[in-house]
T-cell receptor, first 113, second 113 residues
């Protein structure tokens, strides 16, 4: 089935640094979703992208829907301790005639104070 | 505003035991999903229910059964637990629209010994 490949798998940064991560697919997606999972909790939606080339911000977070529709990027500026967690990209797809949401493997972000 | 509620939060089973994971949502969503999360694997779909009265298999359905009891509730049953089913299980729900985002519960951490 379709797969989303996220990179990097993990990041170790200093507080205040900017963060960039991306998600790629061999297939076209019409929507890209970025989720964040805090330790011990379920993923929470951060940003939704619905159009190729779209650039959307949510506070210090900015995400872009790639022009080819096969990739998406998430940037975090001036990281703070509460940014720690796992970030997932996801996209809806049709598999065997049914609509499903597929997820990347996640990028684990660790911040040193 | 509870959103998606999962019970229990933690469970330890012995191999061969059975149990049911409960999930309820109060957002009047049509679709409900069960995912499992394993280290380095992201979120993998076990079963889903596109609407009340229907259920379908996801990527990893073996060893599980589900019941969409009504529009609010979607349960996941392990008939004979195996150590390979040790995982964190997430229930999620969304509107039926193709690209609407998922809302997750806080997960059930299951250990099978």
């Amino acid at each position: 089935g379709q797969q989303l490949n996220q990179s990097p798998q993990s990041m170790f940064i200093q507080e205040g640094e900017d963060v960039s991560m991306n998600c790629t697919s061999s297939s076209i997606f019409n929507t890209w979703l970025w989720y964040k999972q805090d330790p011990g909790e379920g993923p929470v939606l951060l940003i939704a992208l619905y159009k190729a080339g779209e650039l959307t911000s949510n506070g210090r977070l900015t995400a872009q829907f790639g022009i080819t529709r096969k990739d998406s990027f998430l940037n975090i500026s001036a990281s703070i301790p509460s940014d720690v967690g796992i970030y997932f990209c996801a996209g809806p797809t049709i598999i065997q005639g049914a609509q499903k949401l597929v997820f990347g493997q996640g990028t684990r972000l660790t911040i040193n104070p | 505003n509870a959103g998606v509620t999962q019970t229990p939060k933690f469970q330890v089973l012995k191999t061969g035991q059975s149990m049911t994971l409960q999930c309820a949502q109060d957002m009047n969503h049509n679709s409900m999903y069960w995912y499992r999360q394993d280290p380095g694997m992201g979120l993998r779909l076990i079963y889903y229910s596109a609407s009340e009265g229907t259920t379908d298999k996801g990527e990893v359905p073996n060893g599980y059964n589900v019941s969409r009891l009504n529009k609010r509730e979607f349960s996941l049953r392990l008939e004979s637990a195996a150590p390979s089913q040790t995982s964190v299980y997430f229930c999620a729900s969304k509107w039926g629209k193709y690209n609407s985002p998922l809302h997750f519960g806080n997960g059930t951490r299951l250990t099978v010994t």
